[in-house]
């Protein structure tokens, strides 16, 4: 089993920046693809940042956000800046295919979430 541990979220101001991170543990972890997904009240879930994906950064968060990798220790990093009241959600941590920035169907584990508030 994959355990999937994220931190770094929590309340920001508008135009303000949050780092999250993600660590991958478990027996079975092989190189995954690693990405973010969010989800704000009443919408969606959208994927939002992979790495190991095609294209890393979704075009609504393109040039805000950025991901990174640590892969001595399977651990991602989301860095946003610029945030924006309309980035508010949980933002849940992910691995599976290479395609899961696309479709969560190709996500294989998720983490627990946290929480993103930004206040304007």
């Known amino acids: 089993q994959v355990q999937l541990v994220e931190s770094g979220g929590g309340l920001v101001q508008n135009g303000g920046s949050l780092r999250l991170s993600c660590a991958a543990s478990?027996?079975?972890?092989?190189?995954?693809?690693m990405g973010w997904f969010r989800q704000a009240p009443s919408k969606e879930r959208e994927g939002v940042a992979c790495?190991?994906?095609?294209?890393e950064i979704a075009d609504s968060v393109k040039g805000r956000f950025t991901i990174s990798s640590d892969n001595a220790k399977n651990t991602v990093f989301l860095k946003m800046n610029n945030l924006k009241p309309e980035d508010t959600g949980v933002y849940s941590c992910?691995?599976?295919?290479?395609?899961?920035?696309?479709?969560?169907?190709?996500?294989?584990?998720w983490g627990q979430g946290t929480q993103v508030t930004v206040s304007s």
């Open positions: 992910a691995a599976g295919s290479s395609l899961l920035l696309y479709n969560s169907a190709y996500v294989d584990y």
């Open positions: 478990g027996p079975t972890f092989k190189p995954y693809a």
């Open positions: 790495f190991g994906c095609g294209e």
